[in-house]
Every structure is written in C-alpha cells, then in structure tokens.
C-alpha cells in the first residue's frame, strides 16, 4: 500500500577532513566502533587511540588508519586539537573518562550506560554545568538503527497521534568468551542500568516526555547460577510526566538458533495509529531487520527502513560541539535516561536469591 509520508532527507558530511578532531579512550565495548564510524561518516578524523590493552589499540589503528597510539590518555588530553573524547570504555569507567575530558576541555561521548551509580551522575551533571562541556551518550539502539529513526520522522508527521505508550524488548545473547566485568554488577551497574539504558531513552524521545519514575521493577538470575553476578532477566513499568507510560524488559535469552544477537522490537501505541519496530530481524521472512509497521486510520503499511534515513545525530552532535548548541540531544535528556535507569536498578525486587 502506497504510503503518504514524505522523510528528512539523508544527513551528509558536516565537516571537512580535520576540521573535527576526535579520540578514543578505553576499548573495552565493541560499540566503539560503531560511535566511531558515526562520527567519521560525518565527516570527523579519528587522531589517538588509548587503550590498557595494547592488540585492541593496535587493531583500531588497522581499521582506522588516521589514529595513532597514545602513549597515555594524559596524551590525548593534552592535544589541542582534540575536540572530543570518545570511551566505550568498562560501564563503571566512563563517566570518569568523561569527567576527566571535560575539565581539560573536551566534550566527552561515551557508551550506555553513561553512568552506574548516582554519585557518578551528579558529578557529571555538576562538570557539565560548571565546565559548558558535553557529555553526550551513545544510545545506539535509537540513534544508530535506521528503524527507530523512522519512527521518530513518523511520529513527528502526527503518523500515530499522540504517543501514549512505548513497550521496549531487548533480548541478548550471553555467548561466549565474555570478559570478568561483564558478570560484575559493580562494573556493568546491572541489566536495567545496561542495556535497558536504550529503553528509557526511547520512552523519553518518542513521548516527548522530559521526567518520570519507575513504578515497579524486577532483577533475577534465572538460569546462569555459575556467574552469581549476571542478570539475565529485568523489567521495568515508567510513569512519565506527560501522563504516558512505558515498560521495558531485557534478557540474556536469546536463542542460539536466532540469527542474530537478539529480536529487539519497540511497540509504540499513539491515539490514532500504531508502530512496530523489528529492529534487528524480522522471523521466518526474508525482510531482515530495520523493518517499520504502521497502522493508523489510512491503512496499514510496512517500511524497509534500510536507506531510508541514515544516523543524522553523529553530525548534529558535531555541529553542536562546535557551535555549543544542543540539536542531537540535550543533556538534560541523555542525563534523564540515565537517572531512570539508576532508579529501576536501585529499586528492583531481585526474584530470586
């Protein structure tokens, strides 16, 4: 069915070769690759790489041949041409990487969960208020996945009505070979503060709601008793301040027989209409992932959103660094994610011992 929408067109480069200078600091997340190529594809240079690991730093430099080795992140630091300090560092990590690149003047962009506990996050609130610098957050699963993009463009086109519900499912693979931090709550901040981090921000985003609180959450470590320390199960109900409401529930149950590391959807129910996001993959069809339904009082329609909108908050968030405005996300928004993610954490009933 021919639908009546008409999308943003796709973001370009916003800089010039080396007019935005950038570093990575601490490696231990694979999702540094993928701030990285948002950046670069648009229009950033990669210049230092530092990492404890010296073969994963080696390894940046063969995909990224701009960046050199630094010696210290004390180097990096001291670079003026450094603009920005990106870490997908340990979770527990990031918020310090991060402090530490504002007060010598950079702006920080880090991986979820940007902090894991409340004394990290009102001291990055407090840096960036004092300093003017940003600490901005890779929330991937919304600002790197064309779907979610989509969706958004759609919700602005008044698509589906008032938003008044997002339902969020994040289901994971454990695999194998994970490193010691990954099953240490104290490194990880746990399942909810992790990867249900996406979820609150996207309730946040597509309501268009700026607060809210968990009403109930829940942990459990339901069938990997040899590593005490992993959650492989979490839920969440939110209560925003706009009168809509969002649930999130992650896992690390994802089947090996899937073929890819997890079925994430998004549900959004607005007043006229409704959207499924099959992020990821699209079961037993031949679609794949970045698959969009909508079904309001026009009809019902599926969008292949691969191609469709590309990721144009890697070039916002580098025009606001150099214009210090705030079009990719405020922080006030990145910052609010985080703090619900503290909440459902902090207050979930752990259902089993």
């Given at each position: 069915?021919?639908?009546?929408?008409?999308?943003?067109?796709?973001?370009?480069?916003?800089?010039?070769?080396?007019?935005?200078?950038?570093?990575?600091?601490?490696?231990?997340?694979?999702?540094?690759?993928?701030?990285?190529?948002?950046?670069?594809?648009?229009?950033?240079?990669?210049?230092?790489?530092?990492?404890?690991?010296?073969?994963?730093?080696?390894?940046?430099?063969?995909?990224?041949?701009?960046?050199?080795?630094?010696?210290?992140?004390q180097e990096v630091l001291d670079d003026p041409d450094v603009r920005l300090v990106a870490s997908a560092a340990i979770a527990s990590e990031r918020a310090?990487?991060?402090?530490?690149?504002?007060?010598?003047?950079?702006?920080?962009?880090?991986?979820?969960?940007?902090?894991?506990?409340?004394?990290?996050?009102?001291?990055?609130?407090e840096t960036t208020a004092r300093t003017g610098r940003k600490y901005a957050v890779y929330y991937g699963e919304r600002l790197h996945n064309e779907a979610a993009?989509?969706?958004?463009?759609?919700?602005?086109?008044?698509?589906?009505?008032?938003?008044?519900q997002v339902v969020c499912f994040g289901p994971h693979r454990v695999g194998s070979g994970r490193p010691d931090w990954f099953y240490d709550p104290a490194q990880y901040g746990g399942i909810l503060c992790d990867i249900g981090s996406h979820n609150f921000e996207?309730?946040?985003?597509?309501?268009?709601?700026?607060?809210?609180?968990?009403?109930?959450?829940?942990?459990?470590?339901?069938?990997?008793?040899?590593?005490?320390?992993?959650?492989?199960?979490?839920?969440?109900?939110?209560?925003?301040?706009?009168?809509?409401?969002?649930?999130?529930?992650?896992?690390?149950?994802?089947?090996?027989?899937?073929?890819?590391?997890?079925?994430?959807?998004?549900?959004i129910l607005g007043t006229d209409g409704y959207l499924e996001l099959r992020k990821y993959i699209d079961i037993t069809t031949d679609n794949g992932g970045g698959q969009v339904l909508l079904v309001n009082d026009d009809g019902q329609y599926r969008f292949d959103a691969n191609g469709m909108t590309g990721f144009p908050f890697f070039g916002q968030l580098i025009r606001d660094c150099l214009e210090r405005t705030e079009t990719a996300m405020t922080?006030?928004?990145?910052?609010?994610?985080?703090?619900l993610s503290l909440q459902a954490q902090g207050n979930a009933v752990a259902l089993t011992p």
């Open positions: 069915m021919t639908h009546p929408y008409t999308f943003d067109p796709l973001p370009q480069p916003v800089v010039e070769s080396g007019q935005f200078v950038f570093a990575a600091v601490g490696l231990d997340h694979g999702h540094i690759y993928g701030m990285t190529d948002g950046l670069i594809g648009a229009g950033a240079t990669v210049k230092w790489v530092f990492d404890s690991d010296p073969d994963r730093a080696a390894d940046f430099v063969k995909r990224y041949p701009t960046a050199r080795v630094a010696g210290s992140e310090p990487i991060g402090l530490r690149a504002m007060e010598a003047g950079k702006d920080a962009f880090v991986d979820k969960a940007p902090v894991t506990t409340f004394a990290q996050l009102e001291a990055v609130r993009i989509l969706a958004g463009q759609l919700i602005e086109r008044d698509a589906i009505g008032k938003v008044l996207q309730m946040l985003f597509y309501t268009g709601a700026a607060d809210g609180r968990v009403s109930v959450s829940t942990i459990a470590n339901y069938a990997h008793p040899e590593t005490p320390g992993l959650q492989d199960f979490g839920d969440a109900h939110v209560i925003l301040d706009n009168g809509s409401t969002g649930y999130v529930r992650v896992d690390w149950f994802t089947p090996e027989g899937l073929g890819v590391f997890g079925d994430g959807r998004t549900l922080q006030a928004h990145a910052l609010k994610a985080a703090e």
